[in-house]
């Protein structure tokens, strides 16, 4: 039993031990978050080098939680290969994505994703709320919640509710088809999946897994890389488009020398995601809905509630489907799908939250529609 | 244990030793610099119209930036800051060699926080602090009793928190930065008050900005160096062993 503290009294005696054990084993991660907050006290009243910090934090803080969604099913496969040559395949096709949308959309790494209604303008002023939303988000991804960096960072720079309806409700109806999607290929197709995945793969697999996480790599990027470059300039100029591509690519470097961050733990834990052939099936799943919502409007959205919605109904249709295997219980299986739902809403809160207290616009609607 | 071994412990307790004194200072160097910049460039704000700044948001903001020096560069929680604490520390311990480590690093800590405000409100703000000064006390030994207090309290409460209720780690620094805010709102109005950040304030002066000018020398030395002191040895030698007596 632990001595008593005030704190212990206030938050309970096991919920106080546990933080404290987090406080210990993370302490060199928070120090460097408790860094970046003194950073962004420092700099955020000076735009010109607030939106390279705030741009800093964010790219950081989407590679540690939001590309592996999409790398991380690659990483888990790719558990034998030499770190660099999937950094070099990942890192490329990054670079000849955004630069694709540099060239094409008048210097817009974000595939148009910020002309939509809301996020149009560039920032001209931050917040210190806006800059430390990145490191908010960091910190719920140590701690191994799902949340979503399109919510995180989007909706403290939304000029009005009206973009953060629009990204909910896009993102919400993401989350109810991927899971459809999912169910239906998953228990439709149990018998020829399970058949796939039986004995040892054959190389080829190999190759098709590369290409299909290399499509969903990009498809990825067209929606997310509106969640880094919201702090930059709507059009970059020819430097900063290589200070952002350059940043973005060392930090994967990163990502794949350390073999993916804490968060990885949450694609390892559901079932095959391991076995390449699974991985690829999943991949191609997910990189398919990517699509189809890339050429539905431009409204950005969250792949953290697809990715979610997919693993879900994927999870379902496994414990449904007789064909299949699965490594726990019915109980267990929705005890899952609603632990990732509490995240992803939880997610949705504070960014709502960090959205009112930045933006006096939404505070205004607020309190009309609330009648004060 | 034959001799060889014994003579390589020792030299190894030895190393680890200097190494550990080592680390200490550093991070009472980047702590006395993080501190001592954040702590102007808050007040800066405070002044400038532009950043809409209360009093209540200034007075946490110092504490947020106590937080942050003591917690970002080491792990330890050994970070003082402020040489009142450190005073009252290496009494405790009855071992001054803490004095030669980490004033030293402090003073450099500090003059650096300076330079780093001083080029940022160059820049930015173009903030004279002498203006936060809110009032004025033309009582210069009501003056000189309010920073007594406020070294005394401030060692008081580090006393209390990292020594008495054991509380070393980043809970008693969570304790401690809140005391700080407190300390800071209630005594900081007061012009030539420097108990919170002494060394900060002293290299303000020397650097040309001169919140102390027109002021006798020996009141500069009462108030900002000797007076403290009294006050922190006050704490140690009086008032500390009633506490632990009434304690018992």
Redesign the interface.
């Given at each position: 039993m632990s001595k008593l503290s005030l704190a212990s009294q206030i938050i309970g005696e096991k919920r106080y031990e546990s933080l404290l054990l987090f406080g210990l084993q993370e302490r060199t991660f928070l120090r460097l978050l408790a860094a970046f907050v003194v950073i962004a006290a420092i700099f955020y009243p000076y735009p010109r080098v607030a939106m390279w910090i705030g741009f800093m934090f964010a790219g950081y803080s989407a590679i540690a939680n939001d590309s592996i969604q999409t790398i991380g099913t690659f990483i888990s496969s790719n558990s034998e290969q030499k770190w660099w040559k999937l950094w070099l395949w990942i890192g490329g096709i990054f670079v000849v994505t955004v630069l694709y949308s540099w060239l094409m959309y008048d210097g817009d790494v974000s595939f148009q994703r910020l002309t939509s209604k809301g996020f149009s303008e560039s920032p001209t002023e931050f917040h210190f709320l806006q800059i430390i939303a990145p490191v908010i988000l960091l910190l719920i991804t140590r701690l191994r919640m799902p949340v979503s960096t399109t919510f995180m960072l989007l909706s403290c720079f939304s000029a009005d509710a009206s973009g953060i309806i629009g990204v909910t409700q896009k993102s919400l109806m993401g989350y109810g088809l991927s899971f459809v999607v999912a169910m239906l290929v998953w228990y439709l197709l149990a018998g020829v999946i399970n058949k796939l995945t039986q004995g040892k793969p054959h190389p080829a697999w190999r190759i098709a897994q590369w290409i299909i996480s290399g499509w969903l790599w990009s498809m990825w990027i067209t929606h997310d890389a509106a969640n880094i470059a919201i702090f930059l300039n709507r059009s970059l100029t020819l430097t900063d488009f290589i200070i952002f591509a350059s940043f973005i690519f060392f930090g994967l470097g990163i990502l794949f020398y350390l073999r993916g961050d804490k968060i990885q733990k949450i694609i390892t834990e559901k079932s095959q995601m391991v076995d390449v052939r699974a991985a690829s099936v999943i991949d191609l799943v997910y990189a398919f809905i990517l699509f189809v919502f890339k050429e539905w409007s431009n409204i950005p959205m969250s792949t953290t509630w697809i990715f979610l919605g997919l693993l879900g109904g994927r999870e379902l249709a496994m414990q449904l489907s007789k064909k299949a295997e699965t490594n726990r219980s019915m109980g267990g299986t929705i005890k899952m799908i609603l632990r990732d739902v509490g995240f992803a809403a939880l997610g949705l809160v504070i960014s709502v939250a960090l959205a009112i207290a930045v933006n006096v616009n939404i505070q205004n609607e607020l309190k009309v529609y609330l009648g004060w | 244990m034959s001799n060889q071994s014994k003579n390589k412990q020792v030299s190894l307790r030895k190393m680890l030793k200097t190494k550990t004194v080592l680390l200490n200072t550093l991070a009472e160097l980047i702590a006395s610099t993080?501190f001592s910049?954040?702590y102007f460039?808050f007040i800066s704000?405070y002044l400038n119209e532009?950043?809409h700044t209360d009093y209540v948001m200034l007075s946490f903001?110092v504490g947020?930036?106590f937080?942050?020096a003591v917690?970002?560069?080491f792990?330890t929680y050994r970070i003082h800051i402020i040489p009142f604490i450190t005073l009252i520390t290496s009494l405790r311990r009855k071992n001054p060699f803490i004095l030669l480590h980490k004033i030293p690093a402090q003073i450099v800590g500090a003059f650096l926080g300076v330079l780093i405000f001083n080029t940022?409100n160059e820049r930015?703000t173009q903030i004279n602090i002498e203006n936060y000064q809110l009032i004025n006390l033309n009582d210069s030994s009501l003056l000189i009793f309010i920073n007594t207090i406020t070294a005394s309290l401030l060692c008081y409460g580090f006393y209390m928190i990292r020594v008495l209720f054991?509380?070393k780690?980043?809970?008693g620094t969570v304790y401690l930065s809140l005391f700080f805010s407190v300390l800071f709102a209630a005594t900081s109005f007061f012009a030539n008050t420097s108990a919170l950040n002494p060394f900060g304030y002293l290299f303000y002066d020397l650097l040309g900005n001169q919140t102390i000018k027109e002021q006798a020398i020996p009141f500069i030395f009462i108030n900002h160096i000797i007076a403290p002191i009294v006050g922190v040895l006050l704490i140690f030698y009086y008032i500390k062993p009633k506490v632990l007596s009434f304690k018992k």
């Open positions: - | 993080i910049s954040l460039i704000r532009k950043f903001s947020l930036a937080f942050a917690y970002i560069p792990h940022i930015t054991k509380s780690q980043l809970v």
